[in-house]
């Protein structure tokens, strides 16, 4: 079955230390990978996609995902944390004949200052 | 632009009550997606449009559960006889059509049942 996981529940790190937020998928055919961000009381947010090409991923807000087809990962990265990128961030991998969206179960990032 | 937008923001309903829950995606977005996610979960998908034909209902949880989209813009998310296990935040979300393309999601409806 396909399936998105996200092994840490909650992830701290002091604010301008590099941060990584984990997440591994299952699926059959080229993946479609996606990072979303939820803050309070928001929306998810989209921060960035893998679809074809290069490994490394550039998003929003200086967020950068690595696709790892051997691992099956694609771990969200940022060099140097803010207080405000605490929130919850949600990996999702989308098949390549569907439309539809699988997500993972959600990690909390908090950044302390 | 403006983005996705859904109402009501919250609605708390007696068990049994229909509820109806409205999304209205970002302009001339071709493809929209219900999902329902639970507290501490990720967002499950529901059912999905392009225009208003309905492609994909096989998240759908049981037959109380149905989705609309008459005319490929505005779409209506029904709930019959609703139960507390319905209870949920309802999520929309609208794309371009195509498989690379992100989808952007509305603030949410929180449904309670009572």
């Known amino acids: 079955a396909q399936s998105v996981a996200q092994p840490e529940d909650q992830v701290n790190v002091a604010e301008g230390n590099p941060l990584t937020v984990k997440c591994t998928y299952s699926?059959?055919?080229?993946?479609?990978l996606f990072w979303y961000v939820q803050y309070p009381n928001r929306g998810l947010q989209f921060l960035l996609k893998?679809?074809?090409?290069?490994?490394l991923v550039k998003g929003s807000y200086g967020f950068e995902a690595e696709f790892n087809k051997s691992q099956t990962s694609f771990h969200l990265k940022k060099p140097s944390a803010l207080v405000s990128d605490s929130a919850l961030y949600f990996c999702?991998?989308?098949?390549?004949?569907?439309?539809?969206?699988?997500f993972g179960t959600g990690t909390r990032l908090q950044v302390f200052p | 632009g403006a983005g996705v937008s859904q109402s009501p923001r919250y609605k708390v309903t007696k068990r049994g009550q229909d509820v109806a829950l409205r999304c209205d995606p970002i302009s001339g977005h071709v493809s929209l997606y219900w999902y329902r996610q639970a507290l501490g979960q990720g967002p499950e998908f529901l059912t999905y449009?392009?225009?208003?034909?309905?492609?994909?209902k096989s998240g759908l949880p049981n037959d109380r559960f149905s989705a609309e989209r008459p005319e490929g813009s505005i779409s209506t998310l029904t709930i019959q006889r609703t139960e507390q296990r319905d209870s949920a935040m309802y999520r929309c979300?609208?794309?371009?059509?195509?498989?690379?393309?992100?989808?952007?999601f509305g603030p949410g409806t929180r449904l309670t049942v009572t």
């Open positions: 979300a609208s794309s371009s059509t195509g498989f690379s393309y992100e989808q952007y």
């Open positions: 999702a991998v989308r098949l390549y004949n569907t439309d539809k969206l699988i």
């Open positions: 449009f392009n225009y208003e034909a309905q492609q994909d």
């Open positions: 699926v059959s055919g080229n993946p479609y």
């Open positions: 893998y679809i074809t090409g290069d490994n």
